[in-house]
């Protein structure tokens, strides 16, 4: 794209020219470039926190291990019963360490002795358990509404699936659009050391629940309020941006791996907020969404900007309405990134709450970053007087925030409403995308080509699956993903045949005629490259289930494919085992690692097959019935003997918190280890089988009874597995195997093609695509080196972001046909194996995780 103009400079120009629009209030900023926006906490590579993970019990079986490290959805919410509901919350112990008290908050222990008062104050406030955090703690989520009769609440539930399920309908249904309460939903510290919006959120509650005026009056009768009052407990309590399997919960929204995200994902379904808020911080001044460019291109993005700047306009207005000033406060004037900025801060990838809720029929949703900062440095620094100051701030700032965005959300409830039915509707019409512009979405300013992302939407995924198909169990993964995230899916009790391609019966087919296409697409698609439209992202740019869940994925551009089908509400049972002789366990799936993890942990004499696959004996039929059940895996029959025993392998890792909790989801144990660890003398080598470095270990900072213990350790013949620079820096300086780490642009990042080798005991049976954050290649490999994988020739890239750096070096380009994935044998023997992409990357690409598995089972 061309050079973007500032929208302040189009703002300004179109005032002149005497067009009437929404002009920013005094004070706003001018729209700095990239360099001089904000700067978003938590972007870029994930760091090392294994040590911070807890760690499962040594004797869980790896079964149980995966299905706690997977999850479950959270249960459906109570959509009929009626308000109040009243809930006697249980008080947590008292926590004296809570790092709220600090700042004069309100510690986690304190929030259900608030929330049982409130309940008492009258008939407009409910608490329900919408689940429990990754620490056990509850989430506590508050409806304020009018009171409603079990009947009434019926309704209100039959009109909210009206439009959901029927929009059309719904579009000309009068009374719905004079009865149905519009639902607002606002989350409130997601990450942990970002407290603030819980207090709002309890003075909110409270407000509402003791306020006499008519306004308050009609607005609980037409309005639902919605609020998660701490999202993350764990991290409220310690302090922390992370829940307690050391999580960054606002960008787990496309892979759901956390209680916590499956909990607002469940409240968004159930619920369905039309409009919505998450509480931050922080940016000085305060930032309120909506974004810069890149949007997301799966959005009926006209529908949300109208609604969502309008709205930021109003939550502008109140926040500067407080009076703080840069002199008196050290309070800056809000800032609308759209508006005010030029790229930096986007609503690309759906991994954020804000950028999750539209595909469940939000029509706005913000994140809001309150502008004192009372967390890290400044916590541990910064006098407790001064900190309470900030946070008092904050809080007033939230509330004003909130309240802005309940007068918008009631003012124009009607055209909020039929907004939300007509983003269903679209979708169920399989209607075009209207691209956004001064005559789409009138009243905002500074519209240009680059705010203009839409996509063609397939007429069908079809997932084959069924006997014989070797993804079946991925195939079942991700369609009980898809249903979890409200998609619909057939599946065919007969062949189908679409695109011009038969498909076996028992394939699942995901027809895109359907309200919540947008989801569907964002999570099948391929994506797009889009780096050339802006310098750099914020956070990941691909991220395709289609292509890394390990299923196979075909889109059906165009006809009307008719399926002889059933809806499905959950994934076809693949579990199999042969009757007869003994059983082949592929390991091309996490759950197939894990089911053999469970069996080495029951004593099952396992080999090794040349192609990575494990043996299992005949006699060991009845516990692989267990996990063919359990995990949905097949053991298909075999004459194969095998090479060498496998054996339950522990891993010593230093690893960041997502990869442990991989190589947890797959059954194995994982010791953390650091370089502090091991140069402390308390690390016990005897413990492990194998050693994961993808950070937090430099071999060349041990000292030197840490360098003797992990010499001994590898020359003992346990195996290495090293990941991006600093496992590739580890392998060099202990000096294992001979090969040459070229780095990538370090913020690249994306879906990219590979070529896995014929044979490889690590790639083989993998996708053809793969997952890469600061990627890197090998080059210089040394005798008995084996590249494993390679990048694809020509672009590799499939979706994401991916520049070539300073002086044109480090780009895609280079990258192809070089080594992605190599493997080698250290001077005693010990396999080692190097990866230059992020196959356990935030526990999301799950086809990817079998080749760190089969590299460590070596």
Known sequence: MGTRIPRSVLIATAALAGTALLVPSAGARPGPGPASGPVREGAGRDGVSALAVPQPPAGAPAAARLSGAAGRDAAPLDNTSGYPRRTALKAPPVNTADKSIKLGLVPYHSIAPRLNALQKLGDRVSVEVAGRSAGGHELYLVTVTAPESAREAREQERMRERIEHAPAAAAKDRALKSAYKTPLFINNNIHGNEWEGTDAALKLIEELARAKDAKTRDLLARSRI???????????IAG????????????????ASQPEARAIRRIAIDKQPATMLDLHGYVNGTLI????????ENYEYDLFLKNSYANALGMEKAVN????????????????PFRDQQEGWDDWPPIFTPQYMPFQGAVAAHTIEFPMAVN??????????????????????????????LDYTHRHRASVIADQIETFRRGAAGEAQRPVSDETVPGVPGIGPEDVYTTEFPRAYVIPAGRGQRSATAAARLVDHLIANDVKVLRAV????????AYPAGSYVVDMRQPKRGIANVMLADGRDISADVSAMYDISGWSLGRLWGATVVGVKGGNPYVSGRPVHAAAPTGYVAPHGDLKLRLDDPKEVAALN????????VRGAADGSALVPGS????????ADRLGVAFSATREKGGAALARTRIAAAASAGEAFALREMGFEVLPVSTATLNSGSFDWSRADALYVSGGLEYGRLNAAAKKGVDRFVGAGHAFVGLGADGAAFNAAAGLVAAKAVAGTDSANGVVRVVNAPGSAITGGAPRHSFVYAPLWFTGLGAGVRAEQRYGAGAPLVSGHWRAGEGGAGGPADAAGRASVVSGAAKSGAPVALFGTEPLFRDHPKGLFAQVARALLR
């Open 321 to 336: 309405g407080l009076g703080y000033t840069p002199k008196e406060d050290g309070v800056e004037p809000a800032v609308i």
């Open 620 to 627: 060991a039929r009845k516990a692989a019935g267990v996990l």
């Open 598 to 605: 469970s069996l080495l942990g029951q004593g099952v004499r």
């Open 289 to 296: 969404e909506p974004t810069t460019p890149p949007h997301g």
């Open 240 to 255: 922390t941006r992370a829940n307690g399997n050391g999580f960054d919960l606002n960008r787990d929204f496309i892979t």
């Open 226 to 236: 919605y609020l998660n009052v701490t999202a993350n407990p764990d991290g409220r």
């Open 376 to 405: 890290n440095e400044e916590y541990d620094t910064l006098p407790v007087a001064e900190l309470r100051r900030r946070s008092v701030i904050n809080t007033r700032i939230a509330g004003a925030a909130m309240r802005a965005t």
């Open 494 to 501: 007969k062949p189908v045949r679409a695109g011009g391609r």
